[in-house]
């Protein structure tokens, strides 16, 4: 999954695709990056079929309100996001809506990027260099 990932900030969607589809689907999460890689492929009838499926395999796990729009599942997606810088959120974000999926507004890139920013990660049990110092490792 992380060379999948890499290969599409990197925009390899060719690649990015070829190794996607040897790996079986672990969690809705990575058919959503399929769509958005085969968007920006333009391989939009591929896409639409990901983005269709991410929101079916969504809806039939979801915990939260049954009435959820695609926007919501979107929004639990890019909550997961590993990227840490925003031109990469919006990248994926752009896929998406490519894709066809309702990507909401409100979903803000840099604040997602943040998320993972190197100072908001907690130093590991038994780290020696203290909480000052875990943002410059």
Known sequence: LDLAEALFVARRYDEMLRTAEQIADPSPKFTAWKAA???????????RRHADNFVARMRAIWAGDAAASD???????????????PEDVEHL?????????????ENDPSAIAARHAPDTIAPQAGYEGGAENAAKS
Do not use: D, I, K, N
């Not at 890689?37 to 896409?47: F, S």
């Not at 926007?71 to 810088?85: G, I, K, N």
């Not at 974000?93 to 507004?105: H, N, Y």
């Open 37 to 47: 890689g085969y968007a920006h492929a333009g391989r939009a009838a591929e896409a």
């Open 93 to 105: 974000m752009r896929g998406l809506q490519l894709a066809g999926l309702a990507v909401s507004a």
């Open 71 to 85: 926007a919501a599942y979107v929004a639990w997606l890019l909550s997961t996001c590993p990227f840490r810088r």
